[in-house]
């Protein structure tokens, strides 16, 4: 009896293990459409080559070229699709998961969507509306920039704005032109 007590609970225990995916089985199932260019195969490749060299930087070939995995934790998977380009994926609860692509150069931007466990879209964040403090009447048209911090459910957002003077340089350099946001549950704030 004690034995098959036992066995029942190991099972339960792994059949709830297994329903719990980690980032990484999550990228690795990723629909086409959000990274066409990167089919599941390499995908799974490249983090198996991550995980056996967690320290250095794994890269793979695509159509548009090479492709390099930064970070990959439980949580957070960073790639960066080419010079000017990135994408982050974190897993922010068991059914929801945070995209941030992040394109520009020399001035980024980031689009974030969220989706639940198995890829539907839910919503997407515009982080223009931000405010950073003492840059209210600063910028019309302001570039922000997203990042995942050591965990999903903290972002770095960082205003990107186009320096033209001398003077501007200046006005900007005491200002607060980056500050972290939080995970609520349903919005960042």
Known sequence: MHKFLHTVILSLLFSVNGMAQNVSEMFVKMP???????????RKELVELKKMEPDTVVST??????????????????????????????????????VIKTYGAPLQESVCYLYNNVWEPIRTFDFSA??????EETTEFPLVSA???ESPRELLL?????????????????????????WDGSKFN
């Open 147 to 149: 990042y995942m911090t």
């Open 32 to 42: 086409s459409e959000i990274l066409p260019y990167m089919p599941e195969a390499q």
């Open 61 to 98: 070939n695509s159509s548009l070229g090479k492709i390099e995995l930064t970070r990959l934790t439980d949580d957070i998977i960073t790639l960066k699709l080419s010079e000017h380009n990135t994408i982050e994926i974190g897993r922010i609860s068991s059914d929801t998961l945070l």
């Open 130 to 135: 931000f405010n950073f403090e003492g840059l």
């Open 158 to 182: 960082r205003l990107n704005i186009p320096v033209i003077t001398q003077e501007d340089k200046e006005q900007l350099k005491n200002k607060n032109v980056q500050r972290n946001v939080n």
